[in-house]
């Protein structure tokens, strides 16, 4: 992984192979085609008395100051790195809001500079937030998986080994501290984005619950891991059920962090379906790949305990991750079974493919046993979320207070999240002739299927228990090629606001 640096130096004489400097878009009105950023003063000055200035230059070679537009120009000697790398920012007024804008685009030109060893930064890094999205940004912007390839594919080149912020002195103790809480943070969204990369037939559930306790147990974390048999011992109906249909039975993972003073106690619940093809309700072959990726919530969780437990946060959380494979076989579940799941409830099984809401089910009604003050559960439930809210936008549904709490941390991480409604009317259509509830709507109307989940989820969850579902669909897969701090594939959404979210609410609980 790439190491981050912090010093009060001039970026003009650093030994680096590469500098990275900000520019701004003009704004509507202006005359300046290009505005260079704070932090590239000195580098400007250097190229100063050589022809067209730095910022002319770069006009010529095309830049536009667009976010995350990357051009690069030879210093010929003018700075001591041989390379200059001017990146995007975007319009100078939009800068209130620019730590997404930020975290994206050093993202973006770190990434554009794989095969340096050392890079400089020289941005505008007024604050901690800007420090925060900046040293993120150069950490996730290097994320690479290695794959399985026998030798390196074609073009590979390798990330950028050591970044070094240059800052003020003044800065450099705020500096280390959000230095020090990315590499945590950024470490555990890479440890989300291997697992969920791994691809299905390294990682069943038994492996994927090894790793994770292995994971865990490295933090200083107690792990307890469930088999089929202490599932079959706790009634675990839903669990059992969808794991059933695979050679490899399913899992239940629990995580504990016990700090010594603890504002509040916080339990965590993450989807582990190692790989999805529906089931009996088999999926169409188009994409079916892609449900390896169907663990992303249960990655999420197990990441963010890590973190938490690395950064030594003042509140006691415990996750529950139920991990199974979603299979066809003589040893499935069908549709038409009735479950009886771990909350005494009975569930109509109507369409194999709902498989996450079961296994969630009963990992949501275990967590609530122990009463804790909220639950925040999060999965790849519904190509609904996708439908409704496209590939950024998670989907949040629970109680309102802790769901707005979500959507904040959301805006602060740059990995937004919308709050949605629980309807009466969805309810009354999953009424079962034979259970409790059906796992869909009873007429298999697709109608509000994002809403369904979350309106399934809540049957789970007892009154007076605070609680959020973050359906991740769309935003924890990146389909397209890299972007921002965004590779392709795994993104690792949503560890930074659960990690945010727990922060938050350890310094600021939620209101009775
Ligand atoms: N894992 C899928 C949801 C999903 C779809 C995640 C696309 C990421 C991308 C989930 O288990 C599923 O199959 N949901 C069904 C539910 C339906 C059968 C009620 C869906 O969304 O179609
Ligand atoms: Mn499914
Ligand atoms: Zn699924």
Known sequence: MTELRLADVDPARFPADAVVIGIYQAEDDASEPLVLADGARTVAEAFGGRGPSLVETLRLLGATGEPSEVTKIASLGAVTAPLVAAVGLGKASALPDHGAILRRAIAAATRALAGSETVAVAMPIMDRDAIRAVAEGCLLGTYQFSGYHSRPPRGRRTPVGTVTLCIAGSALDDGAAEAARASVVTAAVTLARDWVNTVPNEQRPPQFAEAIGQAATAAGLDVEIMDENALAEGGFGGILAVGGGSSQPPRLVRISYRPNESASTIALVGKGITFDSGGLSIKPAMNMWEMKSDMAGAAAVAATMVAIARLRLPVSVTAFVPIAENMPSGTAYRPGDVLRMRSGKHVEVLNTDAEGRLILADALALACESSPDCVIETSTLTGGQIVALGQRVAGVMGTPQLCDRVKVAGER????????????????????????????????????????????????????????????????????????????????????????????????????
Request: hydrophobic residues 40%.
């Open 413 to 512: 991480t740059g990995e937004p999240a919308w709050p949605m409604p629980l309807p009466e009317d969805v309810r009354t259509g999953m009424e079962s002739d034979v259970a409790d509830i059906s796992q869909v709507n009873s007429g298999m109307d697709r109608g509000g299927h994002m809403l369904q989940g979350g309106v399934f989820l809540s049957e789970f969850v007892p009154e007076g228990i605070p609680w959020a579902h973050i359906d991740i669909a769309g935003p924890s897969y990146h389909r397209g090629e890299a972007s921002g701090d965004w590779a392709k594939g795994a993104t690792g959404v949503p560890v930074r606001t659960l990690i945010d979210l727990i922060e938050d609410l350890a310094a600021r609980p939620l209101a009775e």
